[in-house]
Structure formats: C-alpha cells, structure tokens
C-alpha cells in the first residue's frame, strides 16, 4: 500500500534562513512524487514533482527536493526563506493508478 | 488561461437542503476529481472520474454524489448534506493517465458550512 507522512506539522524559520520540510513514503512501486504549496485562501499550486529522472529536482521559488530510495524520502528545502514562502505545504505521491495519496501537510511560519 | 473554475467560492447552508458545487477545467482533460480538506487530515478524494460516464468512489464517498456528463464539468451534489459535511472542497484535473509528468490542476475552493 503507498502512504506519505509529513513529519511535521509546523515549522517555523526566521526570514533568510534555510527551509527543510520532511516527508517520508511508502510504495510498492517506482513512485511519482510532488509538493503541491496552498497559500490562505488559495488552491493548490503545484512546487515540483519527481518522475524516475534527476533525484534532485528543482522547482519554482528556489524550492528544490530530493529523492532518497534507500531512505524512503523526498524532503523540500529551500536555502534563504521569504515571508512570501509562509504557507501550507503538501507532499503527494502516486504510483501507477490514477490515484494521488496526500500527506497531512506541513505549516510553514516565517518571522522577519 | 488553462485553469480549473469552482462556484460558489463560499456557501452557508443548513442541514438537508440540498446544494451542488460546480467545476469546470478548460484544459480537455480526462481524469477530473473531488477532494476535501480538514485541519490535520489533508485532502482526501472523494470521487474521481476518468472519463465522460466514468466516475467511481474515491477515499471518503458518503453523503456526495457526482456526475460526468459532459468532459469539462464534474459538479459534486449534495443531496442532505449535514454538519460533518462543512468543509474546504477542491476539484482537479489532469491528462491521463497519472504518473511520470502528469500534474493535477486544482481549482481555487469551496469553503462550506453547513448549520
């Protein structure tokens, strides 16, 4: 069965800081997976997705993830953080179905 | 603009008056599906359809009905909704199938409340 769990729930960060966000899943398959960003009162706007190329992938904003098979895990980073960054962030990971399986979501507070 | 449209943005509601949330994608996609958010459980599907005259349950089905009549609309019905049904909801699309580049398009939310 494919599962993801976020290992936090919130996380905060001073502006210019580094941004780690965790996510760790579970599949039977080559997985594909994704970090979608919600902003208040916004829909889900797609960060970056890995698809079996490059392990590090590099998404929009200065956000990038690795893909670690051997740890199970996708984290996002990003080097400085933004006020603009603070958000709610979701890792999401499919497998060959049409079926997303969505994390609980990480909380991401930035202080100036 | 390829985008995915919801409406209503925001309704209030009471227990067993029936409502119906409209989405529609301008993108020709196949697969387009319901999710719904709560604090601390992400989005869970609650139907999907992978094509016109093909929807099936997803995760959290009960109390929702859907229709697929026409490719770019997915309206989400229902039919008595009740308190435990106030929620955010999002629809999506995508190209099919999913995998390796397929990215699903969410639209900007249905906040319900239902009294």
Redesign the interface.
């Known amino acids: 069965a494919q599962s993801v769990t976020q290992l936090d ?1 919130h996380v905060s960060v001073s502006e210019g800081t580094p941004v780690l966000l965790r996510c760790n899943y579970s599949s039977s398959y080559s997985p ?1 997976l ?1 970090w ?1 960003v919600q902003h208040p ?6 960060l970056l ?1 890995y ?2 190329a490059a392990t590090l992938v590099k998404g929009i904003n200065g956000f990038e993830a690795e893909f670690k098979k051997s740890e199970t895990s996708f984290h996002l980073t990003k080097p400085s953080a933004h006020m603009s960054d603070a958000a709610e962030y ?1 890792c999401v990971v ?7 399986i ?4 990480t909380r991401l507070q930035v202080f100036p | 603009e390829a985008q ?1 449209t919801q409406n209503p943005r925001y309704l209030i509601t009471v227990t067993g008056k029936k409502l119906t949330v409209t989405c529609s994608q301008n993108m020709n996609h196949e ?1 387009m599906s319901w ?1 719904r958010q709560d604090p ?6 609650i139907y ?1 359809s ?1 094509n016109v005259e093909v929807t099936d349950k997803g995760d959290v089905p009960e109390g929702y009905k859907v229709s697929r009549k026409e490719k770019r609309n997915f309206p989400l019905i229902l039919e008595s909704p009740s308190p435990n049904q106030t929620s955010l909801y ?1 629809c ?1 699309s995508s190209q ?6 397929k ?2 398009y ?4 249905t906040r319900l409340l239902v009294l």
Do not use: C, E, I, W
Not at chain 2, 96 to 101: I, K, Q, T
């Open positions: 729930s594909s994704f979608y009162n916004k829909g889900l706007q797609l997705k698809t079996s979701f499919t497998v060959a179905t049409d079926k997303l969505f994390g609980t979501g | 995915v697969y999710y601390g459980l992400g989005l869970r599907q999907y992978m999002f999506a099919r199938p999913h995998g390796p580049g990215t699903q969410f639209g900007p939310g």
